[in-house]
């Protein structure tokens, strides 16, 4: 599919990869709804790109934001094409501590707002995608969701996190299959380490010992380089159903 002229709402835009996917966009001629949490953020990145972009405030947990948002995006641009789920927040906290366990309540929240988030906003673009007319290759939409390296090699305290990031590694075949039959392509990206607001909160002591681990290149990932893999998914019809790794060879160790 192409990204000019069409319309992508990309979730956690207001920050990092999401952020770099927005910019991706208008670069390419096509139209960005910045759909996120963080207004002041948001906002700014909508200005900052012009007509093409609009925020949205939402929160991807929440079956009438995220209804809210698809409505509002086709109300605004006229058409809907795809989805880009970057939206996600990461907890670092042991499975047993010395006094006490895991909070349920933080390995829920993060489940839900990086697994159940996802799957929120997947379906309820897919039931537009469904109604698009297809275009010369068959297609209606693509949807790109983001895992991470921990779905595969989560840490000592990445509990919750390597588990909602394994979720969506497990939604995306059933969802493309399904999706299919209209014409909707659903890929994830698993990426390595990136450098953005995110890596930045991780614990010191997992950055000292992450951060040089990259084989090659032997640096963070930059958010334009999970930019650049998002157009190629966008661009590339036979791109379904697949969880691709984004880095350098980086396989976490336990801790
Ligand atoms: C963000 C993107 O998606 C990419 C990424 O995922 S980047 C990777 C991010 N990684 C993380 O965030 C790591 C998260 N985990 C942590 O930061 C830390 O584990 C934590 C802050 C939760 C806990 O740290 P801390 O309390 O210092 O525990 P730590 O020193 O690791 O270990 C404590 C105990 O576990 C034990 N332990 C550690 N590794 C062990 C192992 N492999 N086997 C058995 N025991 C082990 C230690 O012996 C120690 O025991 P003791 O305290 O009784 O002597
Ligand atoms: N940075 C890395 O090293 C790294 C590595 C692997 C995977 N990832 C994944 O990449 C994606 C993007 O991460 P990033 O590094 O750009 O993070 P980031 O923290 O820069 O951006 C995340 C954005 O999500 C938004 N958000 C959080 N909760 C939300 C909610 N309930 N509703 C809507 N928006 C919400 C935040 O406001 C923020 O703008 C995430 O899925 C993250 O798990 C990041």
């Known amino acids: 599919m192409q990204l000019k002229d069409n319309v992508w709402i990309v979730t956690g835009a207001a920050s990092g990869m999401g952020g770099a996917c927005a910019k991706m966009i208008v670069n390419n001629g096509g139209k960005v709804v910045i759909a996120d949490i963080?207004?002041?953020?948001?906002?700014k990145l909508a200005e900052e790109l012009g007509k093409n972009a609009i925020f949205l405030k939402t929160d991807v947990t929440s079956e009438e934001d995220a209804s809210r948002t698809v409505e509002d995006s086709i109300n605004h641009f006229g058409k809907l094409n795809g989805l880009?789920?970057?939206?996600?927040l990461g907890v670092?906290?042991?499975?047993?501590?010395?006094?006490?366990t895991h909070s349920l309540?933080?390995?829920?929240?993060?489940?839900?707002?990086?697994l159940v988030g996802t799957f929120n906003m997947l379906k309820q673009v897919a039931d537009k995608l469904k109604r698009n007319e297809p275009n010369q290759d068959e297609e209606q939409g693509v949807i790109i969701n983001?895992?991470?390296?921990?779905?595969?090699?989560?840490?000592?305290?990445?509990?919750?996190?390597?588990a909602s990031k394994a979720g969506i590694a497990g939604l995306t075949l059933p969802a493309a299959r399904e999706l299919a039959r209209y014409g909707i392509r659903v890929m994830t990206i698993a990426p390595g380490l990136f450098e953005t607001p995110l890596y930045e909160a991780l614990p010191e002591s997992a950055k000292d010992t992450l951060g040089g681990m990259t084989p090659f290149p032997q640096r963070l990932g930059r958010p334009s380089?999970?930019?650049?893999?998002?157009k190629q998914i966008i661009?590339?019809?036979?791109?379904?159903?697949?969880?691709i790794r984004l880095d350098g060879a980086l396989r976490m160790p336990p801790k």
């Open 225 to 230: 380089e999970y930019a650049a893999l998002s």
């Open 38 to 43: 963080n207004v002041r953020k948001g906002r």
């Open 105 to 114: 309540e933080h390995f829920s929240r993060v489940v839900q707002i990086n």
């Open 146 to 162: 983001t895992a991470s390296v921990a779905a595969f090699e989560g840490q000592i305290g990445q509990a919750a996190y390597s």
């Open 84 to 88: 880009i789920n970057c939206a996600a």
């Open 92 to 100: 670092a906290e042991k499975i047993l501590n010395k006094k006490s």
């Open 235 to 243: 661009e590339n019809p036979m791109l379904n159903g697949e969880t």
